[in-house]
Each structure stands twice: as structure tokens, then as C-alpha cells.
């Protein structure tokens, strides 16, 4: 089984709400490194009080029987298609294999509990790599447990897969963000993500600064840059919202938006025909640092699934909102 973790969302991204609960051990470092966002990085010559600072979660090593593990409750509930164990710059210090477990547990501490489910058996692991495995299931997850065996060191746990929301229990009257993570917005393709990725630009909040959104190189040749999101479900959108958040000498001159319902095919696929898309907003021109917010220049093209959004010629979106109602 093959894995694209383009097409997923890090369910285990601590910008998203994860947390590393409980490990059996993370004297040398903490097990809240785990689930950075950001890729692992050495410090050369870098100490602290227990010994050499390392980007990722740590054990000591293991003198007696037994092996440590580190419970992670996942930012956003859902199926996961794949697991990514990296062990960036652990070399003499990283555990010989690993496995994972999960279980769902929405309203409770699921540490000790019984119930868990293997997900990824035993696996050989090798220093300073990232070592990524398919997982077969379509069932729904909130938490994850990270053995290693005996002990050492992890740089980054993700934790690829899908949100799940629970679309029944939205009113088709109900003003949603239908592009947000959180209700299983994905960025699939775009043109450039030189300096920020793409999938920034769906997350919570405002962007951090200027690496917590989507920015594209310089462009030296003609055209524009553009980026194209799967909805979380078929919607009707009616507001949509372009943040240039940070992007103050790099902001986009303006931007526009096409949409389509899209019918079968895969992911990757959608990008050709992209370019024939209805038009949902005509070009509008952007501001430096600035929240522009589009309704009355929103074109009725009825439900969409997929959309495109075009900037001209290049530069950096911080967030994207399509607000609008659910579709059947």
C-alpha cells in the first residue's frame, strides 16, 4: 500500500491541538518535542542540566525489563492512513524498532486503559531517517501510543490520516468554513511552496508569522502561482476570506478563485482540469498585513467541492476562509 502524505493532514500537528499526555520516561528530552511542526534541527555544542539538548523525545537508557512509550492525544479526530517515525539526528541514541498503537477515546484519559489496538507492529528502525508506513484502516482515532523498544531517542511522531466530522449534526442553514482543517479542509496541489506550505493557509487562527502561511518564490517567468483545496464536504459558498497576515513586502498584487463540483478521479488529477473551472471570485486586489473579506463579489455557482485559488503573480497568503452551507 502506497502513501501520499500530501493528501492527509498531520493529525498529531501541535499547532492543531496535540498533546503528548504521558511517556514512561523523557529525562533527556521532553516528549512535547515530539509533535513539533517543525523539522527536528541540531545544535552543535548545545547542553542542558541532564546532557547534550536533542529535538525530539528522549528516554535514559534502560538498566531493568520493559520498554517506554509516549501517549499522544491527537489534535483533530480521525482515520490515519499513515505513520511517519523520524528519528532526525539520533544516531547512537536511537531505539533499534518501534510500534504504534491506538484507540478512541474522546472523554477519557485512555493511558492505562485497555483498549488499545495495534496499528503498526513491530518496525526496525535506523538513525538520523525517517522511516513512513501505510495503515490500513478506516477507523476513527483520538490517541496513539509510540513504543520503542528498549528505550532512546525520537525527533517527530506524524500522524497522517483524515478529520472526521460529524456533518449530520450541521444545519444545512449553518455557516460554515468549509476549507478549515477542522472540518477536513486539504491543500493538494499548488504551484510553488518555496518558502511556506500550502497547507498553512487552512489552519486555526491567524498565522504566527510569515512561515505560518503559504508563500511562493519569486516568479521570473510569466504566469501566476495558484494552490488547489478539497473541501471538507460539498458546499455552497457565499463569503470568502483571504488573510495576508505578516506578508507585508511579499503579499500577492491580487487574487482570484475558481471552483468545481468534482466527480470521481483522485487527488492528484484535479490540477489539469483546474484551469476550466468556474469563476467563484473575479480578481480582487490585495493589501499588505491585511484581512480582505469577499461577499457581494462572490459569484452563486452552485455546490463545489474543490477550489482554486489563484494569486497574481507570486507571494504569501497567511489563511484562506470559504465560509458557506453544506451541500448534499
Known amino acids: ?4 502524505i500530501e493528501q492527509y493532514i498531520n493529525l498529531a500537528d501541535d499547532k492543531l491541538g496535540a498533546q503528548a499526555l504521558y511517556a514512561t520516561d523523557d529525562f533527556f528530552a521532553d516528549k512535547s518535542r515530539l509533535l513539533r511542526r517543525e523539522a527536528p534541527e541540531w545544535k552543535q555544542d548545545v547542553y542542558d542540566d541532564n546532557g547534550k539538548w536533542m529535538d525530539g523525545w528522549e528516554s535514559r537508557r534502560k538498566r531493568g525489563e520493559g520498554y517506554d512509550f509516549c501517549v499522544v492525544k491527537l489534535g483533530l479526530a480521525g482515520t490515519i492512513a499513515g505513520l511517519d517515525i523520524d528519528t532526525s539526528f539520533f544516531t547512537g541514541n536511537y531505539p533499534p524498532s518501534a510500534s504504534v498503537d491506538a484507540i478512541y477515546s474522546p ?5 492505562h486503559s485497555e483498549g488499545w489496538e495495534e496499528i503498526l507492529p513491530s518496525q526496525s528502525l535506523e538513525g538520523d531517517s525517517h ?11 483520538t490517541h496513539v501510543r509510540l513504543n520503542i523498544y528498549p528505550d532512546g531517542g525520537v525527533a517527530r511522531l506524524r500522524v497522517y490520516g483524515t478529520p472526521v466530522v460529524d456533518w449530520n449534526a450541521i444545519d444545512e442553514l449553518q455557516q460554515v468554513d468549509l476549507a478549515a482543517v477542522e472540518n477536513g479542509g486539504r491543500a493538494l496541489v499548488c504551484s510553488d511552496e518555496h518558502f511556506g506550505n500550502k497547507s498553512n493557509i487552512l489552519g486555526p487562527g ?3 508569522n510569515m512561515g505560518d502561511g ?11 502561482d495558484w494552490v488547489i483545496v478539497a473541501l471538507g464536504h460539498a458546499g455552497n459558498i457565499g463569503r470568502v476570506v483571504v488573510d495576508t497576515a505578516h506578508f507585508k513586502g511579499n503579499y500577492p498584487d491580487s ?3 475558481q471552483a468545481a463540483y468534482v466527480k470521481g478521479g483522485t487527488d492528484d488529477q484535479v490540477a489539469t482540469q483546474s484551469l476550466f473551472w468556474k ?3 473575479p480578481s480582487q486586489k490585495l493589501n499588505a498585513h491585511d484581512i480582505h473579506e469577499f461577499v ?9 467541492t474543490h477550489v482554486r485559488l489563484n494569486i497574481f503573480p507570486d507571494g504569501g497568503i497567511s489563511r484562506l476562509r470559504l465560509f458557506g452551507t453544506k451541500a448534499d
Request: proline share 6%; aromatic share 4%; net charge negative.
Open 1 to 4: 500500500m502506497s502513501l501520499n
Open 255 to 257: 487574487c482570484s478563485i
Open 296 to 304: 457581494s463579489e462572490v459569484n452563486e455557482i452552485g455546490p463545489v
Open 131 to 141: 522511516h513512513l508506513s501505510a495503515i490500513d484502516t478506516d477507523k476513527v482515532y
Open 214 to 224: 503559504w508563500e511562493t518564490a519569486r516568479r521570473r517567468t510569466p504566469g501566476n
Open 206 to 208: 491567524r498565522g504566527e
Open 279 to 281: 469563476e467563484l471570485l
Open 107 to 111: 472523554d477519557a484519559d485512555p493511558t
